[in-house]
């Protein structure tokens, strides 16, 4: 029986009614979600990188919170 594969996340939310690059954003949720994959071990992994967001909707919509998931393949 093969075990599922390991994963690791991360998520950042920026300050309120600031203006940051979404590139900034999503470099932050990698920063937290490579922390999280410290709990893997020591090695090299392949992983797949999968980015998601939570959006605002209002006038003008934002990103509320940048999300990274790691998953090991």
């Given at each position: 029986?093969?075990?599922e594969?390991?994963?690791a996340y991360?998520?950042?939310e920026p300050e309120p009614d600031k203006s940051i690059s979404h590139s900034d954003g999503f470099e932050k949720a990698m920063?937290?979600?490579l922390k999280d994959a410290g709990k893997w071990g020591p090695g090299s992994y392949g992983a797949v990188?999968?980015?998601g967001a939570r959006i605002d909707v209002k006038?003008?919509?934002s990103i509320g919170e940048y999300?990274?998931?790691l998953t090991e393949n």
């Open positions: 029986m093969e075990s594969p390991r994963t991360g998520a950042w920063e937290l979600a990188v999968e980015c006038n003008p919509g999300r990274i998931k």
